[in-house]
């Protein structure tokens, strides 16, 4: 039962930051695991949930008396205001260029599989505008429309995946040996640096709440999240094998365009695509919501609907300015921001939940 | 550039219409973010063909991109 009609569950948070995640694990998962895992690539899931079900427990630890309050509270609260500041300066900038990167990927998206003629700002635009409706419109409503998106993504996702099915080979995925231990560990990399954007959703946590029940939804996400992620790298990987995946762009659309069920459905790629969507709109929906709350307790000013717009646009052109091509993409993504979201999502809130249990604010 | 320099020059009259009774601080904050997004626009489109982001921050760090 919802306190407030301003506020969203726990369990609808969650499934926030999993839709969040959703679109880049399609993008990311199978080409890294198949570069650093090889055949066990696979397995990488399992290695990833040890350190995100730490992260549900120092969330949960982080909020067990602050449960009116907001990852910014916490922070200025643990830290003070002065080196509170510069740390939500810090995830202000950091969830600016996480922004532009998840706009520049949708777009390129469309751009390498089936309008690549078409212009970059048709794509931009068309998402952001709905994108600028829905986060002024507020948290409640993102939150009920990506309910129902969520169910209609999970089926649809489930369905390609059982469709695809006759493609994978065993071959492809097994044998796993104790010579894979370390691999598989390194892999798990790319899927944890994802994971991390986890505590990112509760820079709006005053919006949420029952945050007590944090490590129940926390963990029940974490198995939707590994079972999705071992379907991801199960098709992908299992269809092709690791040393074609990790050469193709968009391995996930790859392989769906070679369903072929009953030789009468085929070419569904585009259904993938559309579900893809879905999961991005969900996306850059919540970076925005972020980046209004995290300007919100910077400057402490209290209305949402009007530092939705500076961001739209700030979006608009970071889009563009990111990277040069989808190969910079890449590598900024790799290089860049798969660790450095480690650090701040992993890392910061680690030391201050140490912090705040050392000076006793926690 | 244009047609951007427009768009944001709507929304901020639009916006600042409806933060007018807000208070002056939401108006300033506002203002400051769109004054930052500007020379962002105008950084951008007064040479589309500079080095990206990802490129610099590759230089920085000493990476090949």
Redesign the interface.
Known sequence: MLASRDKISIRQAIILFIMTVTSSSLRLFPAYAAKTGERAGWLSPLFAMIPFICLVYIIQALFKNNKEANLSDVIYKVLGKVFGKAILILYLIWML?LL?TFMRYFVERFLSSVLPNAPIHFFTVSLLAVVFFAVRGGIVYIARTTEILFLIFSIVFTLLFLLNLSNVEIINLFPVTHYDLWPVVKSSFAIIGLWCIFPFIFFFGDRINDKEHIKRFGLQGTVYLVITAFMVLIQTIGSYGYSVIERVSLSYIFVIKSISFLDTIERIESVALANWVIADFVTISVVMYILVNI?KSL?????E???V???T??A???S?????NRF??E??SS??LVPATIVMGFAFPLIILILGKIRKKI | MGYLMLVIVILSINDILYLRSRGKKEICVYLLLMVLVGALVFFYYSDTERDSFAKIIFSLIGKEG
């Open positions: 260029i532009g300007t400057f402490s000013v209290s209305d609907k009007s530092l717009s500076p961001f646009i700030f608009f052109i970071l563009q300015f990111i990277a040069g910079e993409l590598n900024f290089y860049v």
